[in-house]
């Protein structure tokens, strides 16, 4: 879901830059997985290259409206991303938001535009789409923040395999992932799909951030460890998928949380 949510849908939940400052990094990590109600707003730009430092200007300007959203409550997290590797879709910048409820959506919503669109911003005449997901499962460690990168595998579901697809990504996949966290290697992740439905066939996105590059090295050698511990993982995720149906986004991201 993500080349669609990033770049039609290639954010929630969600991320180059390789030097992590992670509120908190040293303390214990604290799981807030679970699988209570977590919206994520996505709004993708295609700017052009000439206007990438206006657009890094107009961030860190729309940052401190966030912070406020996140103070208060309205909001459990915010982030922004970069693409590494682009795609065709030309989209090339992206910011979201978290909340547990639509009314903290759409309130966040009310607050950034006017900060982000003022005269001379590069997102004034920019390439534009919206996207709002909800996640099917989430977790990772409370309070984080800083930089750090975000994969995004999205994958067309079979018909009428949304249920058996979510009940192995918590048998199978939730476990790896909270393992990870603990571990250091993943900040956040979650099972997403779209709550505005566009057109088409049923896309879920697992959308994971982790510090930094050497934590991907980390995180994929234990990826292949759990296919080796479940050998019958690919045979059923394959059967639940279609296999042309996959793509994925690469992108370094600076996020914040509580």
């Known amino acids: 879901m993500l080349k669609r949510i990033f770049g039609g849908l290639a954010l929630v939940c969600a991320f180059a830059l390789l030097a992590p400052v992670f509120a908190g990094s040293n303390a214990r990590a604290q799981s807030r997985s679970g699988d209570s109600p977590l919206y994520?707003?996505?709004?993708q730009w295609g700017i052009?290259?000439?206007?990438?430092?206006?657009?890094?200007?107009?961030?860190?300007?729309?940052?401190?409206?966030?912070?406020?959203?996140?103070?208060?409550?309205?909001i459990t997290g915010y982030g922004s991303l970069e693409m590494v590797v682009h795609d065709e879709s030309g989209f090339t910048h992206a910011n979201w938001w978290q909340a547990t409820s639509?009314?903290?959506?759409?309130?966040?919503?009310?607050?950034i535009v006017p900060a982000s669109t003022g005269k001379d911003s590069p997102y004034n005449n920019a390439k534009h789409m919206d996207l709002l997901l909800?996640?099917?499962?989430h977790g990772g460690k409370a309070g984080s923040s800083g930089k750090g990168l975000l994969w995004v595998a999205t994958y067309e579901l079979?018909?009428?395999?949304?249920?058996?697809f979510t009940r192995l990504f918590k048998a199978v996949i939730q476990p790896l992932f909270e393992e990870q966290v603990a571990a250091g290697n993943v900040?956040?992740?979650?099972?997403?799909?779209?709550v505005v439905h566009s057109p088409g066939p049923h896309y879920v996105s697992i959308a994971y951030v982790l510090p930094d590059g050497a934590a991907l090295d980390r995180f994929r050698a234990a990826q292949r460890a759990n296919r080796e511990k479940n050998p019958y993982f690919g045979e059923a995720f394959s059967a639940l998928t279609v296999g042309k149906g996959h793509s994925d986004l690469f992108a370094a991201v600076m996020f914040k949380s509580k």
């Open 102 to 111: 639509y009314a903290g959506i759409l309130k966040a919503r009310e607050a």
């Open 134 to 137: 909800q996640s099917v499962a």
């Open 187 to 194: 900040v956040s992740y979650s099972l997403d799909e779209e």
């Open 40 to 43: 994520t707003y996505v709004a």
């Open 158 to 164: 079979k018909e009428g395999s949304g249920e058996e």
């Open 48 to 74: 052009p290259r000439a206007q990438w430092d206006d657009a890094a200007k107009a961030r860190q300007a729309g940052s401190s409206v966030m912070d406020g959203l996140l103070a208060d409550g309205t």
